[in-house]
């Protein structure tokens, strides 16, 4: 599916909002503050967040300052990202400038978008998480293996890297929109420490370390991990955290070059949050959402200490047990090098390689309908069947009240193991008066493995929070059990059976690149080209449902046992198709001053699609047609960068057209489109004495211009993009204390691409302190969502019936939580 030429694309005109009008004017008129002003960095104030003569590595033609590239990119350091209060990984991406980061889903699983590109279904489609410049897995929207699952942060992180569109089409594959990149602390110093953080109103205990040193003769070594344990910031009655892990590297410097091995190995358990019952009142258009009574989306899911156990079938239709509480669990053992070497006459090269041997669970339980006992009863049971409690306090009593029917996503991943290697040649040229020409070629490697088994059963439990939700059983006129422990059948019939499954399909990408940066007196140009090429391989099956099978091994054949989903491998089908396309970017920055400069870009990148294009694209001899198989990305940009005393601001027009075909697990709908994203990204700090403020804004007109699935969508902004969205971090550091906030923000947008039901904006302030109380000794107070703001981040419906309560599933930013942090530095 293409937009054909001159076809007249559908427009739609939106206004500045005024609150987030107002963040915008506090970030323009900063400077008149700073230039009265003799502003002067805190001394304790490590945060690159705003340096404009910071190196950017990341996704760029390679080592110059970010007021001298061509690009938008932001930095992290450790102290921005503790000042962010994060409960999660996904919630330090909320921090980075053109980032949409959907943080609601726990420790992963979050959706993560940039600039207005696309979160069709979920997970980071277009943009890259990386781990020291190679990919955590080489497809972010992984189904149920989402990227940010196998990333953590914890002490070994030196800076986090952001770069928005740009060059990222071509150094990294798969990455049209950006790639955001941890970089771990190699031990350049030495020193270390070790922290204990608590939860002061939620269960949560967490240990983190960290050492490094140089050690003589060009050796240093950086080490570091974690291990937590406890409830997670909702209640599910049970222990839903408990794992962490442990990173560390060493590293030789010689005289022409440097050598790094590394190594780490994650294990950690974290409970998966899906959205979750919610009262929705009022209209389409400004709807009142909020608790049911005895269930706070806010505070409470549907995981239960009633419910930590299913019983079921494996892959191979063999009999197994699943512990729930397994939650999201990532069991990951990575290792890499890098080196590099410079040979003289401005000869260079280097070479990157990752290993990553990655497994594990996604077990989670999604709300398929919520309804009265008396209306979902009659569904699984017929005329006069009738609810009863199978477990809890009330065991064996009637049920009449609101119940959920529960389909439990319980997937196996099998393998989701991948190897990256990146090998880059440069030569360096000294051109004219002081300029500089610096040519590369390079060629990128990678395999990413897609192995996993979706069996999911159906079940009915009680709307009741705090961990307490017990299951229910359903009882025919006839008063006969047609349910084992809550489970009403083994497969999601009310989904027609579908999402029975098992699939081993093996990536393969092959990748040239070349690249130019110029650099001669105020005028910088860079260009890139590359050439991605690829290869699925393997196989998939669907269910078959199967009569009178003994399931538990009880010897009977109970209710559900009567037609059991099983996966039809004796027929399954192949894969069988390859790709490819050719990435390009071309900028250009001109130093206008020592501290102001502008530049442009233009660019075109790709993304491969994989296991979201099987059961429905994926024809019967395993090809993929050309159009399905890639999607494109075009993107323009162009900015300002500036500073002055103590201010520094980075603004930056963009506007991307992009092909999007994906598929959506829980409405079981394939997109086919196309999608235009036109905005304003602004980034700016502002620096006097002790006090700091760092800000970004962007401002996002998007819409879907063609659908060939749903025309009727044609036109309408895409679901879940607001106009506005926007983060600041202000406080002040003395010599041995800081105080400070850091707000995210959002404006309104559509649950649903219908562009009916509104999700209102929202405003969520978090507070940090820290107080040096020895000369080794640091505690620190973190309050996340100080004001205990609701705001949903998305919703399965697209429109309520007005002036009635409904019930959406939605997910939410959760309540306010604090925690509290002792650390000893060494």
Known sequence: MRRQPNQPPHRRTTALRPHALSWAVCLLLAPAFASAQTADAPANDDSTADDLDTIVITATAGGKSKLRTSVSTSSITPDTIERSAPRSTAEIFRNIPGIRSESTGGEGNANIAVRGLPVASGGAKFLQLQEDGLPVLEFGDIAFGNADIFLRNDWSIDRIEAVRGGSASTFASNSPGGVINFISNTGEQQGGAVGLTTGLDYGSNRVDFRYGMPFGDGWRFHVAGFYRQGDGVRDAGYTAEKGGQLKANLTKDFENGYARFYFKRLDDRAIGYLPVPTRATGSNGSPNLGAIEGFDPARDTLQSRYFLTDIGLDGNNNGRSTDIADGMHPDSTVVGAEAE?????????????????????????????????????????????????????????????????????????????????????????????????????????????????????????????????????????????????????????????????????????????????????????????????????????????????????????????????????????????????????????????????????????????ADRLLFG????????????????????????????????????????????????????????????????????????????????????????????????????????????????????????????????????????????????????????????????????????????????????????????QNVIRARSIPGRTASLSVRYEF
């Open 617 to 804: 694209v994926v024809q019967p001899d395993g090809s993929v047609r050309a159009q399905d198989a890639v999607d494109l990305v075009d993107q323009y940009e162009a900015g300002l960068k500036w500073r002055r005393d103590g201010f520094s601001l980075f603004a930056t027009a963009f506007f991307a057209e992009t092909e999007e075909q994906n598929f959506e697990l829980t409405s079981q709908r394939f997109f086919d489109r196309v999608y235009e994203a036109r905005g304003i990204e602004l980034e700016a700090s502002l620096r006097f004495n002790e006090f700091f403020l760092n800000g970004g804004l962007t401002w996002t007109d998007a819409e879907i211009s063609k659908d060939d699935i749903s025309p009727a969508n044609e036109g309408n902004t895409p679901r879940r993009q607001a106009d506005v969205v926007y983060q600041l971090t202000g406080g002040y550091a003395a010599t041995n204390w800081t105080l400070g906030a850091n707000i995210i923000g959002t404006g309104d947008a559509y649950a649903q691409d219908n562009n009916q039901l509104v999700m209102p904006g929202y405003t969520q302030v978090n507070l940090f302190a820290d107080y040096r109380f020895a000369e080794n000794w640091v505690v620190g107070l973190n309050v996340n969502n100080l004001f205990d703001a609701f705001g949903i981040t998305e919703a399965e419906e697209g429109s309520i019936v007005t002036n009635t």
């Open 341 to 609: 070497y410079r040979f003289g006459d401005g000869w260079k090269i280097n070479g990157k390689f990752r290993y990553a041997d990655s497994s594990g669970r996604f077990v989670g339980q999604f709300p398929a309908e919520v309804g009265s006992a008396a209306a979902i009863a009659p569904t699984i049971g017929g005329a006069g069947a009738t609810l009863r409690y199978s477990n809890g306090p009330n065991a064996g009593q009637a049920y009449t009240g609101t119940v959920v029917r529960t389909h439990l996503f319980n997937t196996t991943l099998n393998d989701l193991g991948n190897y990256a290697n990146d090998l880059k040649l440069t030569r360096s040229f000294g051109v004219g008066d002081g300029g500089n020409l610096d040519l590369s070629a390079g060629y990128y490697a990678s395999r990413q493995n897609i192995d996993m088994d979706w069996v999911w059963n159906s079940y009915l439990q009680e709307l009741r929070g705090n961990g307490n939700s017990a299951l229910i059983d359903v009882y025919s006129a006839a008063n006969v059990n047609l349910s084992d422990n809550g489970l009403y059948a083994y497969g999601v019939p009310f989904w027609g059976n579908c999402c029975t499954r098992s699939y081993n399909a093996k990536y393969e990408i092959g990748a040239p690149y070349l690249s130019m940066a110029f650099s001669l007196g105020k005028l910088d140009i860079d260009a890139s080209v590359r050439r991605d090429s690829g290869d699925a391989s393997g196989n998939y099956a669907g269910a078959v449902q199967v009569a009178n099978v003994d399931v538990d091994g009880d010897g009977t054949i109970s209710g559900p046992e009567l037609s059991v989903s099983q996966i039809n491998n004796a027929g399954a089908s192949p894969v069988d198709y390859d790709w490819g396309y050719t990435s390009y970017s071309v900028g250009a920055n001109y130093l206008i001053s020592d501290d102001l400069a502008g530049f442009a870009r233009i660019s075109r990148g790709g993304r491969a699609n």
